[in-house]
């Protein structure tokens, strides 16, 4: 039986910044929503958030992940004071307490598991996650014997030149008999350098109590400042990339790619160089994106093609190809073998399949048959300055060069627009429609005007 409680009150000054540290965003996700996803799989009967600095703001972001209970600490006297503020909630609870910081975004699910498991086994009072780093700056150092029972837990603020030379740190993650915590906790004091109440002293009034080390330190980075978030966002690209060439997946010159961790790829994608993969992407086998995209929220299907262009909340469908410098957005939806080209943007538009805009184009609002030509220069007028207005274009259409559609308008199948018309009435099928001034030409022009001068 396991309650889990999550720190997350402190403003985190370090960062310098008016977003409560919790809530900097990791590869798509804030740090606390990581530590939350961390303990997902130890099923735990309660989990505990305790806010404080920005309290409603935490709550906001976190609201949409179901059954979290919030416990305020309505001023930040320290880590100890912090779990504190449970004392109510849990009174009568008899099982295990598990702290996690709400920093410490990278913990890996099977190393918590693996920990408790340890815990649990050894009976202990208290277990403290620890590990070994070559720059332990910084972290609470971790005194043991050698069987591993921590003798003591001293900040980094308050260690002597001696006791900071020991490399062996506090990851900031604890497991507790809640029974035997609860009694220490009213009696802990801030007599240290922050004149806060660590938790950390907490640690050496029950027993037995053990320190197990994790295997690969690089997932206990806490985030106190914008470089060690940084550090974090590489070691978790490093992490996302390895994972899915395993899978089948080539990322060439892998180093200037970035890929969100909720984003989703299927075997023999090729991703080029200078491409950016953002939240719930999902590309699907065989397609090649790259080099120089970024791509958000959308869905690429199989045999894609997509060259130096940004797509955003959108799909495309299988075999099409799109860019180079094409920018899709707002639920762009392009069907299948479809070409869509240079300097050609898509806004909230639906493309049957096999439909080509391959140059200069805007498509706003619209929507197109199967086999539409969109000519070099189309623009749909889908704004008259208050509300927007929709464009239909049926089958096998096509428009000429620089033509102007002025929506709401409803070209037919088979319906062919002059170049350089401006479109302003719906057209019915199997026409062609000129809307402009017919060509004059006069000849012998320049010298009768000579003449008359
Ligand atoms: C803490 C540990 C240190 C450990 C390190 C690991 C203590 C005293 N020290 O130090 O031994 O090596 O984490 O990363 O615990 N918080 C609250 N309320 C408060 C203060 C902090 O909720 O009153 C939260 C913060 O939001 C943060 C977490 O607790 O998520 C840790 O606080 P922080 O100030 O970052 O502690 P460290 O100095 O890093
Ligand atoms: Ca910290």
């Given at each position: 039986m396991v309650v889990v409680a999550i720190l997350a009150?402190?403003?985190?000054?370090?960062?310098?910044?008016?977003?409560?540290?919790?809530?900097h965003t990791l590869g798509g996700k804030s740090l606390v929503e990581r530590v939350i996803q961390s303990v997902?799989?130890?099923?735990?009967q309660r989990r505990m958030v305790i806010v404080g600095y920005q309290a409603e703001q935490v709550k906001t972001a976190l609201?949409?992940?179901?059954d979290l209970e919030f416990v305020e600490?309505?001023?930040?006297?320290?880590t100890g004071h912090a779990i504190q503020q449970l004392l109510p909630h849990l009174e009568g609870y008899n099982g295990d307490l598990l702290i996690l910081n709400?920093?410490?975004?990278?913990?890996r699910s099977e190393t918590l598991e693996h920990f408790l498991q340890i815990h649990q086994e050894n009976q202990n009072g208290a277990t403290v996650l620890t590990a070994k780093l070559p720059n332990p700056k910084g972290y609470g150092r971790v005194f043991c014997d050698e069987k591993n029972v921590v003798q003591q837990i001293v900040e980094d603020k308050d260690c002597n030149p001696t006791q900071r030379e020991n490399q062996r740190i506090n990851a900031g993650v604890y497991c507790f008999r809640w029974q035997d915590l609860a009694k220490i906790l009213p009696h802990l004091?801030?007599?240290?350098a922050q004149k806060e109440y660590y938790l950390?002293?907490?640690?050496?009034?029950?027993?037995?109590v053990m320190a197990v080390d994790v295997e690969?330190?690089?997932?206990?980075g806490g985030i106190n400042d914008r470089l060690q978030l940084s550090g974090a966002y590489d070691i978790l690209q490093t992490r996302i990339k390895e994972k899915w060439m395993k899978a089948g997946v080539t990322l060439i010159n892998s180093s200037s790619i970035t890929i969100d961790e909720t984003v989703e790829l299927e075997p023999d994608v090729i991703i080029e160089p200078q491409t950016h993969l953002r939240g719930n992407t999902v590309i699907k086998a065989g397609s090649r994106i790259g080099p120089g995209s970024l791509i958000e929220n959308s869905l690429i299907g199989e045999s894609v093609t997509v060259k130096y262009s940004v797509i955003s909340d959108s799909v495309i469908q299988n075999g099409s190809r799109i860019g180079p410098y094409a920018h899709l957005r707002g639920h762009a939806e392009v069907g299948e073998n479809c070409r869509i080209g240079n300097f050609v943007e898509l806004k909230n538009s639906k493309l049957g399949d096999?439909?080509?805009?391959?140059?200069l184009s805007y498509l706003g609002d619209a929507t197109t048959g199967t086999k539409v030509n969109i000519g070099a220069g189309t623009i749909t007028a889908n704004y008259d300055g208050v509300n927007k207005h929709k464009t239909i274009i049926g089958n096998n259409t096509g428009t000429g060069s620089n033509s102007v559609l002025v929506a709401p308008i409803t070209l037919g199948n088979d319906v062919y627009v002059a170049a350089g018309s401006t479109i302003t009435e719906d057209v019915p099928d199997d026409s062609l429609v000129i809307a402009r001034e017919r060509q004059v030409i006069k000849p012998g022009w320049k010298m009768k005007n000579k003449e008359l001068k």
């Open positions: 009150a402190g403003r985190g000054t370090r960062m310098k910044s008016n977003l409560p540290k919790v809530l997902e799989p130890l099923q735990p609201e949409p992940i179901p600490q309505t001023v930040q006297l320290g709400g920093d410490v975004p990278l913990l004091q801030a007599n240290n950390t002293d907490a640690v050496t009034q029950v027993a037995p690969d330190y690089q997932e206990i096999r439909t080509n805009a391959a140059h």
